[in-house]
C-alpha cells in the first residue's frame, strides 16, 4: 500500500473552504485515493474517492493533481459539526484491500 | 436498517479474563472487519471476512479469534485479556472488498486493567 502524509492539524474558520493536504508520492496507477473522516468517539465515515479525475458530491470535493502524487479534500462551507479527523487513504480496487489508516488531520472548525 | 452495530459500548476487564465483542450488520454485506484504534492513532486491521464461514488475519491478530457463521454476525473474541488490548474496537462492512466504502459501527471501548 503506498503510504500517505497528512499535517496533524488544521484550523478553519466556520463558513470557509477547508482545504486539506495530502501527499501520496508512491501512488502506483491503480491505486485510488479515499477520505474518510471520523468525528469525536465515532466511526469513520466515508466522505469521497477518486482515482485521477477530481470528483465532487454532497459533502466535499476532491482534487488530485496531474501527477497524482498530492490531492485536496475540500470541505466547500466549513461547518461545527465537520471538526473531526480526515484521513487520507490509498488502496487498489482489486482483489482484498485493506483501508490502512494513518493519524490523519485533526480539523478545528471555529465559530 | 440500522446499519452496523455492536455491543458493548463499553466494558472493563480484569488481565486474563475473556470476552467476546459482538458486530451485527442488517445490509446483507458480504465482508466485514475488525479494527482496533489505540488513543491518537489510526485504525489498525485485525481480522476481517469475505463471506460466511471463511475469516483472515489483518495487521494485528494475536490475541483475537473471529468466526463467522452468518452473514450478519462477526463477533470477536478476546482470550486471555492483556493491558495492551485496552483500545476502541470499531466493526465495519462492505459489499465487497473493491467497493469504495466500508460502514463503520459505534465502536466498543474496552479497558482491560
Known amino acids: 500500500d503506498a503510504k500517505t502524509t497528512q499535517p496533524p492539524s488544521m484550523d478553519c474558520a466556520e463558513g470557509r473552504a477547508a482545504n486539506l493536504p495530502c501527499n501520496h508520492s508512491?501512488?502506483?496507477?491503480?491505486?485510488?485515493v479515499y477520505w474518510y473522516r471520523q468525528i469525536h468517539s465515532q466511526g469513520p465515515q466515508y466522505i469521497i474517492h477518486?482515482?485521477?479525475n477530481n470528483e465532487t458530491n454532497e459533502m466535499a470535493s476532491l482534487i488530485i493533481t496531474e501527477d497524482r502524487k498530492s490531492s485536496t479534500l475540500i470541505l466547500p462551507h466549513a461547518t461545527l459539526r465537520d471538526t473531526a479527523v480526515y484521513y487520507c487513504?490509498?488502496?487498489?480496487?482489486?482483489?482484498?484491500?485493506?483501508?490502512?489508516f494513518g493519524t490523519g488531520t485533526r480539523l478545528l472548525v471555529s465559530p | 436498517n440500522a446499519g452496523v452495530t455492536q455491543t458493548p459500548k463499553f466494558r472493563i476487564l480484569k488481565i486474563g479474563q475473556s470476552m467476546t465483542l459482538q458486530c451485527t450488520q442488517d445490509?446483507?454485506?458480504?465482508?466485514m472487519y475488525w479494527y482496533r484504534q489505540d488513543p491518537g492513532m489510526g485504525l489498525k486491521l485485525i481480522y476481517y471476512?469475505?463471506?460466511?464461514?471463511?475469516?483472515d488475519k489483518g495487521e494485528v491478530p494475536n490475541g483475537y479469534n473471529v468466526s463467522r457463521s452468518t452473514t450478519e454476525d462477526f463477533p470477536l473474541r478476546l482470550e486471555l485479556a492483556a493491558p495492551s488490548q485496552t483500545s476502541v474496537y470499531f466493526c465495519?462492512?462492505?459489499?465487497?472488498?473493491?467497493?469504495?466504502?466500508?460502514?463503520f459501527g459505534p465502536g466498543t471501548r474496552l479497558t482491560v486493567l
Open positions: 465495519a462492512s462492505s459489499p465487497t472488498s473493491g467497493y469504495n466504502e466500508q460502514f
Open positions: 508512491t501512488i502506483s496507477g491503480n491505486e485510488y
Open positions: 477518486g482515482l485521477k
Open positions: 487513504i490509498v488502496r487498489g480496487n482489486t482483489g482484498f484491500q485493506k483501508l490502512v
Open positions: 445490509m446483507n454485506h458480504n465482508y
Open positions: 471476512s469475505v463471506g460466511a464461514g471463511i475469516t
